[in-house]
């Protein structure tokens, strides 16, 4: 058997059920477990017969069982010739078929960026590919396929997948119909393209502001809100057979540092810690969370050590596992950013990320090098087999769960009538226009009349679209407007707009009924501000669109009328624009608090805040 789909347009033969179980030679039977029996997976039975695959693997395919990695290629035998290359340059093999057959990974993580993603049909042919060389290894194990689909600023697939607004605008929105709606249909596209682990929800508790990392990828800054909605997603994920992934343990929503680039310290308390990032995990582990990723965070009210929490046996062994009793897979972050390398070197990470009690290693700079440390800690005595042994089972367990067992494949000749379906497009759009929020709505000035103010420029800020999404987002807000009856130009001044670009707006603006203002990030000192303050004394409505942060309308004392759309996302920019046309009316309440820009100690608008018309 071999994979040779080339791109969309490939024919893959969908390999039987009978093949599937013939390739793991007779010694899964019975291991499919019902979605609606998850405490069957538990059981000294299903465990029996897990734990029999796992005696008879080598101690090699033990530790590569361990790992989850990122491969180049649209496909997994014949990757275009730059992917082969960078493969070859990263991971020492050309093709995701030969990563498998070297280092037996029990999962991979799909990136944009590595060109795993190019449309629906491809995706399912490349995770077909993927299980087949999986199954076809001597004692071989279906692989879990993992991907970032947390939707809004982090998403992986794109269009025509369904995109729903990020986590945020959900937590403005407030329902957990929605989140659990989101769950459900993400997760039922995903598992068609045989993806079949989601690094999502986010169930950080942002309070920072100036957080770079996390921001809007969380529902927001009240625990017990944040707690309901995480619920909700993991049991629509999760409905979908598709496993949900808890992140960033113990919470990652009070940094100024993006782990990313460099080691944050939370310095919250043992007791705020419980009042506060803690209830997201506990909902998340009662609603029975396959998965938990920890943060490349130090934590010192947790662990003193110094250590970031990925690495400490007392955050993930004692507190995740023996307070909060979570006995599921726990994922590290990626092991390539700078936050889990400050300390250690590449080789002992691994090593002590299994020692502190983690089950699955995602994405080591080189695997080469975290494989072989692993393989050489068991062998000098400093990890046991033993150890090895409990992570993997709790592995075989999830997979067993997902039934890869039985069903590894991808649902190919589904994916057209289930990825990117009219009814699942429209349950992303009214879900974006109930978290679209109206924080400020002076004297009436939204919705725009198509009658009096017909004319509309739209200005500001482009940063690079989320990926999947068509962008950028003045031309995004520009086309709908146009759409809804108005005529609207574009005109992108960036998010730091030059004095040139501000006065080419003033001047387009003289020939406008009115103006809508992108901004995103907007600080004291950025340049967007003086673009909003020379378009207002243009004397013509305007409009601000807060597309990423909420917190920029604390920038703007003067604005007549503000919306926040927490992403900028095509979705999200679309619901916006209905809400300026007074298509629908703004339903969205902060999930945050807003501080004056003056003086941060004082709340501008509490969580809860939001105007209608």
């Given at each position: 058997?071999?994979?040779?789909s080339?791109?969309?347009?490939g024919s893959t033969a969908r390999p039987?059920?009978?093949?599937?179980?013939?390739a793991?030679?007779?010694l899964?039977a019975g291991l499919?477990?019902?979605a609606t029996?998850?405490?069957?997976a538990h059981s000294?039975?299903?465990?029996?017969?897990l734990r029999?695959?796992i005696s008879?693997?080598?101690?090699e395919e033990k530790?590569?069982?361990l790992f989850?990695?990122?491969?180049?290629g649209?496909s997994?035998?014949?990757?275009d010739?730059?992917?082969a290359?960078?493969?070859?340059?990263?991971?020492?093999?050309?093709?995701?078929a030969e990563?498998?057959a070297t280092?037996?990974v029990?999962?991979i993580?799909?990136f944009t960026?590595a060109?795993?993603?190019?449309?629906?049909?491809?995706?399912?042919?490349l995770?077909?590919?993927?299980?087949?060389?999986?199954l076809?290894?001597?004692?071989?194990?279906?692989?879990?396929?993992a991907?970032?689909?947390e939707h809004?600023?982090?998403c992986?697939?794109?269009?025509?997948?369904t995109?729903f607004?990020?986590?945020m605008?959900?937590?403005?929105?407030?329902s957990?119909?929605?989140?659990?709606t989101?769950?459900?249909?993400?997760?039922t596209?995903?598992?068609?393209m045989?993806?079949?682990?989601?690094y999502?929800?986010?169930?950080?508790?942002?309070?920072?502001p100036?957080?770079?990392?996390?921001?809007?990828?969380s529902?927001?800054a009240?625990?017990?809100?944040?707690?309901?909605?995480?619920?909700?997603?993991?049991?629509?994920?999760?409905?979908a057979?598709?496993?949900?992934?808890?992140?960033?343990?113990p919470?990652h929503?009070?940094?100024?540092?993006?782990?990313?680039y460099g080691?944050?310290?939370?310095t919250h308390?043992r007791?705020?810690?419980?009042r506060?990032?803690?209830?997201?995990f506990?909902?998340a582990i009662?609603?029975?969370?396959?998965?938990?990723?920890?943060?490349h965070i130090q934590?010192?009210?947790?662990d003193?050590?110094?250590d970031?929490?990925t690495?400490?046996?007392p955050?993930?062994?004692?507190?995740?596992?023996?307070?909060l009793?979570y006995?599921?897979v726990?994922?590290t972050?990626?092991l390539?950013?700078?936050?889990?390398?400050?300390?250690?070197g590449?080789?002992?990470?691994p090593?002590?990320a299994?020692?502190?009690?983690?089950?699955?290693?995602?994405?080591?700079?080189s695997?080469?090098?975290?494989?072989?440390?692993?393989?050489r800690?068991?062998?000098e005595?400093e990890l046991?087999?033993?150890?090895?042994?409990?992570?993997?089972?709790?592995?075989?367990?999830?997979?067993?769960?997902l039934?890869?067992?039985?069903?590894p494949?991808?649902?190919?000749?589904?994916?057209?009538?289930?990825?990117?379906?009219?009814?699942h497009?429209?349950a992303?759009?009214?879900i974006?226009?109930?978290?679209?929020?109206?924080?400020v709505?002076?004297?009436?000035?939204?919705?725009f009349d198509?009658?009096?103010?017909?004319?509309?420029?739209?200005?500001?800020?482009d940063p690079?679209s989320?990926?999947?999404t068509?962008?950028?987002?003045?031309?995004?807000?520009a086309a709908?407007?146009?759409?809804?009856?108005?005529?609207?130009?574009?005109?992108?001044?960036?998010t730091?707009?030059?004095?040139?670009?501000?006065?080419?707006a003033?001047t387009?603006a003289r020939?406008?009924?009115a103006?809508?203002v992108a901004t995103?990030?907007?600080?004291a000192s950025?340049?967007?501000?003086?673009l909003?303050?020379?378009?207002?004394?243009t004397?013509k409505p305007?409009?601000?669109?807060?597309?990423?942060?909420?917190?920029?309308?604390?920038?703007?004392?003067?604005?007549?009328?503000?919306l926040a759309?927490?992403?900028?996302?095509?979705?999200?920019?679309?619901?916006?624009?209905r809400?300026?046309?007074g298509r629908v009316?703004?339903?969205?309440?902060?999930p945050?608090?807003?501080q004056?820009?003056?003086?941060?100690?004082r709340v501008?608008y509490?969580?809860?805040?939001?105007?209608?018309?």
């Amino acid at each position: 058997m071999h994979d040779t789909s080339t791109g969309s347009t490939g024919s893959t033969a969908r390999p039987s059920r009978r093949a599937v179980l013939a390739a793991t030679a007779g010694l899964t039977a019975g291991l499919t477990v019902p979605a609606t029996a998850r405490a069957a997976a538990h059981s000294a039975v299903h465990d029996r017969r897990l734990r029999a695959l796992i005696s008879r693997m080598t101690l090699e395919e033990k530790v590569g069982q361990l790992f989850v990695m990122r491969v180049y290629g649209h496909s997994a035998t014949a990757p275009d010739k730059a992917d082969a290359d960078a493969n070859l340059k990263e991971i020492g093999v050309r093709t995701a078929a030969e990563l498998i057959a070297t280092y037996r990974v029990g999962g991979i993580i799909y990136f944009t960026w590595a060109h795993n993603t190019r449309d629906p049909h491809q995706i399912a042919d490349l995770s077909d590919g993927i299980q087949r060389a999986c199954l076809e290894q001597p004692r071989g194990l279906p692989a879990l396929i993992a991907t970032d689909q947390e939707h809004g600023a982090v998403c992986r697939i794109g269009r025509p997948a369904t995109l729903f607004p990020g986590a945020m605008a959900v937590g403005a929105g407030g329902s957990r119909a929605d989140a659990r709606t989101l769950g459900r249909i993400s997760g039922t596209e995903l598992r068609a393209m045989g993806v079949n682990q989601d690094y999502s929800p986010d169930a950080d508790v942002n309070v920072n502001p100036a957080n770079p990392v996390i921001g809007v990828r969380s529902f927001g800054a009240d625990p017990e809100a944040v707690a309901a909605l995480v619920a909700a997603e993991v049991r629509g994920y999760q409905a979908a057979r598709v496993a949900a992934t808890a992140k960033h343990f113990p919470g990652h929503g009070d940094t100024a540092v993006d782990s990313h680039y460099g080691f944050p310290v939370i310095t919250h308390s043992r007791e705020l810690w419980e009042r506060l990032d803690a209830v997201p995990f506990r909902a998340a582990i009662r609603a029975g969370i396959d998965s938990v990723m920890t943060a490349h965070i130090q934590f010192p009210a947790l662990d003193d050590s110094g250590d970031p929490a990925t690495l400490s046996r007392p955050i993930v062994t004692g507190i995740l596992r023996g307070e909060l009793g979570y006995d599921g897979v726990v994922i590290t972050d990626s092991l390539g950013m700078e936050g889990v390398r400050t300390k250690y070197g590449d080789d002992r990470v691994p090593v002590l990320a299994l020692k502190a009690g983690v089950d699955q290693l995602l994405n080591p700079p080189s695997l080469d090098v975290a494989w072989h440390a692993v393989l050489r800690a068991v062998r000098e005595g400093e990890l046991t087999e033993a150890r090895l042994d409990e992570s993997i089972l709790r592995i075989l367990r999830l997979k067993a769960r997902l039934g890869l067992f039985e069903h590894p494949y991808a649902d190919r000749a589904g994916v057209g009538r289930t990825v990117g379906t009219r009814a699942h497009l429209a349950a992303a759009d009214r879900i974006a226009e109930r978290g679209t929020t109206l924080l400020v709505n002076e004297d009436g000035t939204l919705p725009f009349d198509r009658r009096s103010e017909h004319r509309l420029l739209v200005v500001g800020a482009d940063p690079a679209s989320p990926s999947g999404t068509t962008g950028p987002p003045t031309g995004v807000l520009a086309a709908a407007l146009t759409g809804l009856g108005f005529t609207a130009t574009a005109l992108s001044t960036g998010t730091a707009p030059s004095a040139a670009a501000v006065n080419e707006a003033v001047t387009a603006a003289r020939d406008a009924d009115a103006v809508v203002v992108a901004t995103y990030n907007v600080t004291a000192s950025s340049s967007q501000r003086t673009l909003v303050d020379r378009l207002l004394a243009t004397g013509k409505p305007v409009a601000v669109v807060a597309v990423r942060n909420p917190y920029d309308v604390a920038q703007f004392p003067s604005v007549r009328a503000c919306l926040a759309t927490y992403c900028w996302t095509d979705v999200e920019l679309r619901a916006a624009a209905r809400v300026i046309a007074g298509r629908v009316a703004p339903r969205g309440k902060l999930p945050v608090p807003v501080q004056r820009a003056d003086d941060p100690a004082r709340v501008l608008y509490p969580i809860g805040h939001g105007l209608t018309y």
